[in-house]
T-cell receptor, first 117, second 117 residues
């Protein structure tokens, strides 16, 4: 079974509008971390935002915010005021286990976001 | 901070030759680095976890004799694709564990595109 699911292969958004990229996850571990990365066409993976399973508040980082709904096991990325440079692949990832131990990431299938001028 | 470099960014080689890819953490020490492989329009697939001073841990299905990993220092891990064949052509990307305030984030290198003729 997929541990990380991104159901939107592609998304379009008008410049300056907000967009939500969906991510659901599956784990029985009470301790885990959720990450979002951006991958432009150049291929580099850019870290955007992190949410820990015990964090009380939703993470925010500039125009990025994470809508964390623990009971629904979802960790959607919200990008406000979209810019043309936001066009890229976006990957949701999960790391299981205690936050102070680190470990490998499990990635979703990705969502390709296109921002229209 | 948390910059990871990768070299080379592009490599074209003949079938049967070996190719070495370097991954360096430039402004921090990384006891753990990870090697991923990515096919076009697909997600990242973890190949192995590289720990400084010890043997790498390979994911199921990854040939350890084919993909040699060495993590000789706290800032350098290398992946050697031995006797490369056309099916080894892919995008290889590394990440390094960066710790701050008891929290680990993986920062990625820019990736290496390998084409085996």
């Amino acid at each position: 079974a997929q541990k990380i699911t991104q159901t939107q292969p592609g998304m379009f958004v008008q410049e300056k509008e907000a967009v939500t990229l969906d991510c659901t996850y599956d784990t029985s571990d009470p301790s885990y971390g959720l990450f979002w990365y951006k991958q432009p066409s150049s291929g580099e993976m850019i870290f955007l935002i992190y949410q820990g399973s015990y964090d009380q508040q939703n993470a925010t980082e500039g125009r990025y915010s994470l809508n964390f709904q623990k009971a629904r096991k979802s960790a959607n990325l919200v990008i406000s005021a979209s810019q043309l440079g936001d066009s890229a692949m976006y990957f949701c990832a999960m790391r299981e286990g205690p936050h102070n131990q680190g470990g490998k990431l499990i990635f979703g299938q990705g969502t390709e976001l296109s921002v229209k001028p | 901070g948390a910059v990871v470099s990768q070299h080379p960014s592009w490599v074209i080689c003949k079938s049967g030759t070996s190719v070495k890819i370097e991954c360096r953490s430039l402004d921090f020490q990384a006891t753990t680095m990870f090697w991923y492989r990515q096919f076009p329009k697909q997600s990242l697939m973890l190949m192995a976890t590289s720990n400084e001073g010890s043997k790498a841990t390979y994911e199921q299905g990854v040939e350890k004799d084919k993909f040699l990993i060495n993590h000789a220092s706290l800032t350098l891990s290398t992946l050697t694709v031995t006797s490369a064949h056309p099916e080894d052509s892919s995008f290889y990307i590394c990440s390094a564990s960066y710790w701050t305030s008891g929290q680990e984030t993986q920062y990625f290198g820019p990736g290496t595109r390998l084409l085996v003729l």
